[in-house]
């Protein structure tokens, strides 16, 4: 059983930036694809990034790419979402989630363990 505990969200201003941490317990998650999700008010949820096990490969929604960067320090059991530049558009609660698997999914169900999530809120 892997628990994910989310924090690092907070309000910042258009432009800004903020780092999410997602520190695992239960077990390693070094050799688990992780992804992030988000959900804004009224919204369906979405893919943000993922990174397979091995680290070798990471995706991003298009939305993102060049803003975000998805990262893992597997001596801290924990991942990582750098965001940069960010967007009035980014505010939502943002999940971070484990598949017990080296893959990666951009599929919310395909993951097997989910974190309470963290808000984030960018002020235009």
């Known amino acids: 059983q892997v628990q994910l505990v989310e924090s690092g969200g907070g309000l910042v201003q258009s432009g800004g930036s903020l780092r999410l941490s997602c520190a695992a317990s239960?077990?390693?998650?070094?050799?688990?694809?992780m992804g992030w999700f988000r959900q804004a008010p009224g919204k369906e949820r979405e893919f943000v990034a993922a990174?397979?096990?091995?680290?070798?490969?990471?995706d991003y929604t298009d939305s993102v790419k060049g803003r975000f960067i998805i990262s893992r320090d597997n001596a801290k059991n924990t991942v990582y979402l750098q965001m940069n530049s960010l967007k009035p558009e980014d505010t939502a609660v943002y999940t971070c989630?484990?598949?017990?698997?080296?893959?990666?999914?951009?599929?919310?169900?395909?993951?097997?363990?989910w974190g309470q999530g963290t808000q984030v809120t960018v002020s235009s």
């Open positions: 239960g077990r390693p998650v070094s050799k688990y694809g």
């Open positions: 990174m397979r096990g091995s680290g070798d490969s990471t």
């Open positions: 989630a484990v598949r017990i698997s080296p893959l990666i999914s951009r599929d919310y169900f395909q993951y097997d363990a």
